[in-house]
């Protein structure tokens, strides 16, 4: 989790061997039309303070088209947002006002900490890269900080560290049960875009 991890995973896969390069996982919701459980697959790839980055555009089309047709087939029920911008951050952005402020300064529809990390190493390398994220977080979701407390470098929570932030924050906790629910959405989501063939290859 977070630009640094991901940037040395992407680096570590491509001296392995890789090929191409694909940010997959989740990310939160800075347009307030994207609900949990949308699948995004943005045009481009946005940070503070560097050029913006485009997915391979014949991948992203493959992706779309993989998932179109399963729509079809009935085979997936998610939305899917095809196109815009993607934000990666630094930081956690964990209030409907920071989600606000990112939305007007950059115009990206989403944001998470990873995605450009990858884009950027596969920019590097000559290799195609794009991003299949999933809204977990709305625009107007805030993100209780014990669950940020309790995350490890990989994502993974620690139940007995989450356990005794929460005790110590008992309004955290109806946000955290909202919010648990709404990541269960997203990861049927992803699945089912997998299940589909979705990441599939260039």
């Given at each position: 989790?977070?630009?640094?991890?991901?940037?040395?995973?992407?680096?570590?896969?491509?001296?392995a061997?890789?090929?191409?390069?694909?940010?997959?996982?989740?990310?939160?919701?800075?347009?307030?039309?994207?609900?949990?459980?949308?699948?995004?697959?943005?045009?481009?790839?946005?940070?503070?303070?560097?050029?913006?980055?485009?997915?391979?555009?014949?991948?992203?089309?493959?992706?779309?088209?993989?998932?179109?047709?399963?729509?079809?087939?009935?085979?997936?029920?998610?939305?899917?947002?095809?196109?815009?911008?993607?934000?990666?951050?630094?930081?956690?952005?964990?209030?409907?006002?920071?989600?606000?402020?990112?939305?007007?300064?950059?115009?990206?529809?989403?944001?998470?900490?990873?995605?450009?990390?990858?884009?950027a190493?596969?920019?590097?390398?000559?290799?195609?890269?794009?991003?299949?994220?999933?809204?977990v977080?709305?625009?107007?979701?805030?993100?209780?900080?014990?669950?940020?407390?309790?995350?490890?470098?990989?994502?993974r929570?620690?139940?007995?560290?989450?356990?005794?932030?929460?005790?110590?924050?008992?309004?955290?906790?109806?946000?955290?049960?909202?919010?648990?629910?709404?990541?269960?959405?997203?990861?049927?989501?992803?699945?089912?875009?997998?299940?589909?063939?979705?990441?599939?290859?260039?």
């Open positions: 989790m977070g630009f640094e991890a991901a940037e040395q995973s992407a680096r570590a896969l491509v001296d061997g890789s090929r191409a390069l694909v940010s997959w996982g989740l990310a939160g919701g800075l347009d307030p039309r994207l609900s949990p459980g949308t699948l995004i697959v943005p045009e481009r790839l946005v940070i503070d303070g560097a050029r913006d980055l485009s997915a391979d555009l014949a991948w992203r089309e493959q992706v779309l088209e993989v998932l179109g047709g399963a729509q079809g087939r009935a085979g997936i029920k998610v939305p899917i947002e095809a196109g815009g911008k993607l934000l990666t951050s630094r930081r956690p952005l964990t209030s409907a006002a920071d989600k606000r402020t990112a939305l007007l300064e950059f115009g990206a529809i989403a944001v998470d900490m990873e995605s450009y990390a990858v884009a190493v596969a920019a590097g390398r000559g290799l195609p890269f794009v991003a299949i994220r999933d809204i977080d709305a625009a107007d979701d805030e993100v209780p900080a014990a669950l940020l407390d309790a995350a490890d470098a990989r994502g929570l620690a139940a007995g560290r989450l356990l005794v932030r929460m005790l110590g924050s008992p309004r955290s906790v109806m946000p955290f049960l909202g919010l648990a629910g709404r990541y269960n959405v997203a990861r049927r989501s992803l699945r089912a875009a997998a299940q589909a063939g979705a990441p599939g290859s260039p």
